[in-house]
């Protein structure tokens, strides 16, 4: 294992400090050094006012560091208990609805200790219900699970709270959602309509009130078009088709609205939607109410601190000039797609899942979030002599993938031995 002395120029002292835990992870998802440069930085920034990024130098490279990135609460919160799940249930056969996070490194985990999927990530299930009996665990991932499936569950004799890992940002969008629901508005969840969370978020929204999911701008735009009734009712169940509640009248159901979202969304997607959504309903209905509030439920969106959080850094970390990013996860990760749009916007940008994509100097295995596919790219690096490489990574990424990387750059860049005084600027 390295050993990190790690220098800080510009002010901040010399450092190097243990790794502090919240939750009880396996070791092996943590680093050091990706932990002493976070400390160093909480412990300078303890409000978290300051989203600039943290520079690294290496010799002749500079790798720039988004402020915040890897593994939020709720993720560690997953972990812990799964893995707790296993240590404490040796003699019993323990499933997991689906993939627990978005990061293959840890779903593979899981599995060689023994846990076996029920569905795949789409819903898709790989063995059935009747398999299930009442001595089995079954742990639900961080994303939440339907009411229909807790009821299942709850029908073997399996009680899906034992091992329950949702998150409880997930949680709070479902009680945000209740509680307008409840006051008579239509729940519009911004979301991907097959990620596991807003299958969750819809089902247990449906409970309440009626409920439509918009994927992006475009589909928002469409539903602005029922809501001002410029398109005939009953193609909205075309258009929506699997994505809007049981007995969902498009005519009664479009005028009382309340916006919220998958907690790992594009903000400014998120915002733009939810005020082009205010806007259409107080425009349709001539801003009956002074207020805006009879039409249309104003609140603030239900993104996830660590959305929040990482966005932000990686906005602030934009700010500075570099050759490429890398942007580091599981490349179903909702919330890493999204750092990987903000980048890409602005710089050449690769995502990639672990450093065994940096194949060499020359070439890097990479997903394209567009086409839904992994491409190999030569030349990924510019022949320049002081190369600066941004780097940030999702909320489910384990920090020893990004020690792997920036290890690996080291290496690539003949900047190794720079690795143990390591200068922070
Ligand atoms: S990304 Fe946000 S909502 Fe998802 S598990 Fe992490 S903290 Fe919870």
Known sequence: MHKYNLCFLGGLKPLILPIMKSFNVPIHYRSPLVNAIKQ???????????????????????????????????????????????????????????????????????????????????????????????????????????????????????NPAIYETTCPFVEKVWNRAAKIGNEGYTIIIHGKPGHEETRATFSHSKENTATVIVKDMEQAQLLGKYIAKELPANQFYIDFKGQFSNGFDVTRDLVKIGVVNQTTMLASETQAISEYLKQTITNHYNNIDTNNELHFADMRDTLCYATHDNQTAVLNMLEKDADLALVIGGYNSSNTSHLVELCESKLPTYFIKNELCIIDSKTITHYNIHTHNELITENYLPPTPKLKIMITSGASCPDSLVEGIIIRLAQLTGNEEHLETIQII
């Open 40 to 158: 160093s930085r909480k412990n300078a920034d303890k409000m978290k006012n300051d989203f600039s990024p943290t520079i690294l130098q290496l010799g002749t490279l500079q790798l720039i560091l988004a402020r915040h990135f890897g593994f939020c609460y709720g993720v560690e919160n997953a972990i812990e208990i799964a893995f707790n799940a296993v240590q404490q249930n040796k003699d019993k056969r323990i499933f997991l609805l689906s993939e627990m996070i978005h990061n293959p490194g840890v779903n593979a985990d899981l599995l060689a200790l023994g846990i076996r999927f029920i569905m795949d990530t789409k819903g898709n299930m790989l063995l059935n219900w009747d398999d299930l009996n009442s001595d089995d665990i079954v742990i639900i991932p961080a994303f939440g699970t339907t009411v229909e499936i807790e009821d299942t569950l709850k029908s073997k004799g399996i």
